[in-house]
């Protein structure tokens, strides 16, 4: 078992990876002759098939990477004693020689000269002489072939196919966790001078969280100012009724140092846009607002779409007063109103 001990490193480097080495005899031939001449058809098929196996194997999970030829021999009675253990070992040497080049010419034929080369390159032959004989004593011709044998013992591996690689971690995640939507009624103020616009907000918008299944309520308030741009500049003040859930996704990187996102990551800054649609005066139809979570983005997470419409009651959206342009109101932020609760 030396080779075999000594192969155990080199294949335990490679893939799949070697699991369980074992020897075992294959075939064992009576009557087998000292003289490769005198080797019978029959016997040389046999080691044939063996061959055929063996190069069978290495297309599976188990193959057959070597073998070992032990040569047997009976007792020469008529060899004086002095000499009759070297006799006996020799014959026994010519027995194991023969079979095992008869094998590997054998290997060559079935699976070619690189697979034979392979496999015989580790492989032995052994005489045992008399050591293990199969009948002691034999007194019949029967007898003495059973003594006279060789014996094919072949080492195998049984290869584990390695796990599969894990999947690769993903860099970052897009995750459908939140919703908002205004509650309560929202107010929107503006005033004029001759050219310019002075605009507030006051709402409040209520974020879910779906994953961890809590809900916080939040104060925004905003500010702005612009160049007065309706056909009558006018100030006033409307409310905006309260309107449905808008979800939206999150996007954040992942890894060491990935950012922690909850509820508490919305406020902050933020920034409110107002839209309208067209008319004049004191009532425009076709308004909305939308929210920048600009605090969320500084925590590590932007939101898709990057600004979140927050449709009202009837999802015609704000009636905005006195103008016919959109509305940005950087000066905004958002304040938690008490504390994070269940749903």
Request: hydrophobic fraction near 40%.
């Amino acid at each position: 078992m030396r080779s075999a001990r000594l192969l155990v490193p080199r294949l335990a480097q490679l893939l799949p990876i070697p699991t369980n080495f074992r020897e075992s005899v294959a075939l064992e031939l009576d009557g087998f002759s000292e003289y490769m001449a005198e080797v019978t058809p029959q016997q040389k098929a046999a080691i044939e098939e063996l061959a055929e196996r063996i190069i069978r194997s290495q297309q599976t999970k188990d193959p057959i990477f070597e073998f070992r030829v032990e040569g047997h021999a009976d007792v020469a009675r008529r060899i004086p004693i002095a000499e009759r253990k070297w006799f006996e070992d020799n014959v026994s040497r010519e027995r194991a020689h023969n079979g095992f080049e008869l094998l590997a010419e054998a290997l060559e034929k079935k699976g070619g000269k690189d697979a034979a080369k392979r496999i015989v390159r580790g492989s032995k032959a052994f005489g045992l002489g008399t050591r293990s004989l199969k009948v002691p004593n034999a007194q019949t011709e029967d007898q003495f072939r059973r003594n006279r044998r060789v014996v094919f013992i072949i080492r195998q591996v049984t290869f584990l196919p390695p796990p599969p690689p894990p999947p690769e971690r993903p860099t970052s995640v897009v995750e459908d966790r939140f919703t908002a939507r205004l509650v309560g009624v929202a107010s929107l103020t503006k005033s004029f001078s001759p050219a310019t616009e002075g605009i507030g907000l006051r709402a409040n918008i209520e974020i879910v969280d779906k994953v961890e299944k809590k809900k916080a309520l939040f104060d925004v308030f905003a500010a702005g100012a612009g160049i007065a741009g309706g056909p009558t500049p006018v100030g006033g003040s409307i409310n905006i009724r309260p309107g449905p859930a808008q979800p939206f996704k999150t996007f954040r990187l992942l890894g060491n140092g990935a950012p922690v996102i909850d509820l508490n990551s919305f406020a902050g800054k933020c920034t409110v846009f107002v839209g309208v649609g067209g008319g004049a005066g004191t009532a425009t139809a076709g308004g909305a607002i939308s929210i920048s979570f600009d605090a969320l983005e500084a925590a590590g997470a932007n939101t898709q779409p990057g600004v979140v419409p927050l449709p009202t009651a009837d999802n015609t959206g704000a009636q905005t007063p006195g103008i016919a342009a959109g509305d940005v109101l950087p000066l905004a932020f958002m304040r938690m109103r008490g504390s994070v609760e269940p749903l």
